[in-house]
């Protein structure tokens, strides 16, 4: 069964570093999402991607964070300067069609020291 | 506003007891999706159903069957006989996206019920 992949499963940075978590949506999928879990909470979303462009961004999506699809096949959220508070479960998510059924990957654990 | 309301926050039960979480949510529209979703203490997200606004009929699969009432805004969700495996926290989730031409389906989360099963 097709899957989304998640790179890396956990990383560890410092406060006021950049980091880049990756995903490798379905092949065939067009709508891409990002997700958070912060630890013990609900997961929140984040952004949502289609068509090379942002379809809708929470607040918790403020300029620290952007998304891009660079070349076709991966989705990558980057964290421009990491803060404390942003340590948490990230999760990239995507369907096939608007209405089609969400393909989570297994996460990318951050931790920000 | 959409909002999903878990308000079980943990439930023990021994294993082979019936168990039922609760999911209420509040949506203004008539079209919408609700989800169950098991999070395993290894931190994946497992999908476990997805079900239409139209579509009030009760589902069962195994031992996991849900309870969709639109009358009472609730989509319950029962383990039948549970085991040690079932413990996890179990999210409900809402979606209210139409094929409309809009570019985006985000879900909204409950804050999930830990269920833990002992044997």
């Known amino acids: 069964e097709p899957e989304v992949t998640q790179t890396p499963s956990h990383q560890v940075t410092q406060m006021g570093q950049e980091v880049i978590l990756r995903c490798v949506p379905i092949?065939?999928?067009?709508?891409f999402y990002w997700y958070r879990q912060i630890l013990g909470q609900k997961v929140e979303f984040l952004v949502s991607?289609?068509?090379?462009?942002?379809?809708?961004k929470s607040e918790i999506f403020d300029d620290q964070f952007s998304v891009e699809r660079p070349d076709g096949s991966n989705f990558t959220l980057k964290i421009r300067s990491t803060k404390l508070e942003d340590s948490a479960m990230y999760f990239c998510?995507?369907?096939?069609?608007?209405?089609?059924?969400?393909?989570f990957g297994s996460g990318t654990r951050l931790t920000v020291v | 506003a959409q909002k999903v309301t878990q308000a079980q926050t943990e439930i023990s039960v021994v294993e082979k007891e019936d168990v039922t979480l609760d999911c209420v949510y509040e949506?203004?529209?008539?079209?919408?999706?609700l989800f169950w979703y098991k999070q395993p203490p290894s931190g994946e997200l497992v999908f476990l159903i997805r079900?239409?606004?139209?579509?009030?009929q009760n589902e069962i699969s195994g031992r996991y069957s849900w309870n969709f009432q639109k009358s009472t805004s609730s989509f319950n969700f029962t383990i039948t006989a549970s085991q040690v495996v079932d413990s996890a926290v179990y999210f409900c989730?809402?979606?209210?996206?139409?094929?409309?031409?809009?570019?985006?389906?985000?879900?909204?989360f409950g804050t999930g019920t830990l269920l833990a099963v002992q044997p």
């Open positions: 998510a995507s369907t096939p069609t608007l209405l089609g059924g969400y393909t």
């Open positions: 092949s065939n999928h067009l709508y």
């Open positions: 991607f289609y068509n090379n462009e942002i379809s809708e």
């Open positions: 949506t203004r529209d008539t079209t919408y999706y």
């Open positions: 079900r239409n606004s139209f579509d009030e």
């Open positions: 989730a809402l979606s209210e996206a139409q094929d409309y031409g809009g570019a985006t389906n985000k879900l909204i």
